[in-house]
């Protein structure tokens, strides 16, 4: 018999996503103890790898678990013979589409039941797993697209949204801190979001992944008023603004803040970032950078920009 983290390192299913998939598939049913906690045989373990090599090789996760379902203990040690090729070349500190798939999932199914001790523990997952750039950009803000797109659906609901985001918030504060001094006032890099766009999680991890790079950067927020874009740049002398363009509703806001920045200043750099970048129309801003999606990337372009 083995504990749930017992059970989840025998398999390779983290615990959050082993908690989803008993709870929205129901591969496994563990007895518990008096006391409330699970306990996993042998066959919840396999059943549990089984689950996994299956949308390792592409499988969705409810068709997977509809497959292991109609398999009995000896079908299942029959498809987990030896390992599929592609899994034996996988570096192990690799994510699979289809892994990060899972988590997302499992993030929006602790989100909508309000769990927060769930949604910690995936995030815990999360940051486990590789750099801080590498962690925002293929686990984050694949969650977070997830989570918006469950809201759209009805999946998930306003409170289980904002209290989910405001977790992820919390830890992008704790590593934009963590990152170090905001730098000098030589070579200042701003980044924010025009008016009337708020969903700045991006713009932070961005802003956190420019601090861990060494550059000078004033986070600036979202929502931020033509103005007060202005008066930044004039104070802080920036070489660069980065504006953030979230959705499509974003593009003429940040195009308007693009132009009175350019306006005022015929040198800064100016450069956009986020899904909506690409159709921002950059006519007449040079020189400005749209910037790649992988954090790394973005911050390396910026970086190039800047020299």
């Known amino acids: 018999m083995y504990t749930i983290k017992q059970a989840a390192a025998r398999s390779g299913v983290p615990v959050p996503l082993l908690r989803a998939w008993e709870r929205r598939y129901g591969v496994v049913s563990p ?7 699970r306990l996993y045989e042998e066959t919840d373990v396999a059943r549990l790898r089984a689950m996994r090599r299956l949308i390792g090789e592409g499988w969705s996760a ?3 678990a509809t497959e292991v379902a109609s398999l009995d203990d000896a079908a299942i040690d029959d498809l987990l013979g030896p390992p599929a090729r592609a899994e034996a070349k996988r570096d192990a500190s690799a994510q699979s589409s289809t892994q990060i798939e899972g988590l997302a999932d499992a ?7 309000l769990d927060e001790a769930g949604v910690e523990e995936l995030l815990d997952e999360m940051f486990s797993r590789g ?20 809201w759209a659906s009805g999946r998930v609901d306003v409170a289980a949204e904002h209290a989910a985001a405001n977790a992820v918030q919390r830890r992008l504060g704790m590593a934009f801190v963590a990152a170090g001094s905001p730098g000098g ?19 932070l991890a961005f802003a956190t992944a420019v601090r861990r790079g060494g550059l000078s950067v004033r986070y600036l927020g979202a929502d931020l008023p033509l103005q007060d874009w202005l008066d930044a740049l004039l104070r802080t002398k920036a070489r660069a603004v980065v504006i953030g363009v979230v959705m499509a509703a974003d593009v003429e806001a940040a195009e308007r803040v693009a132009r009175a920045l350019r ?7 100016i450069c956009f970032g986020g899904r909506g970048a690409a159709e921002v129309d950059g006519a007449r801003l040079e020189p400005f950078l749209r910037l ?8 390396e372009a910026l970086r190039g920009g800047l020299h």
């Open 263 to 269: 306006a005022a200043d015929s040198h800064v750099l």
């Open 31 to 37: 007895s518990r103890t008096p006391s409330g906690y």
């Open 292 to 299: 790649p999606p992988d954090l790394s990337a973005a911050v």
């Open 62 to 64: 409810s068709t997977a």
């Open 131 to 150: 750099s801080f750039e590498h962690v925002a950009t293929s686990l984050v803000m694949p969650a977070l697209v997830a989570l918006g797109d469950g």
């Open 185 to 203: 006032k030589r070579d200042v890099v701003l980044v924010g979001l025009p008016p009337g766009a708020r969903h700045d999680l991006g713009a």
């Open 107 to 113: 993030f929006v199914d602790s989100a909508s039941a």
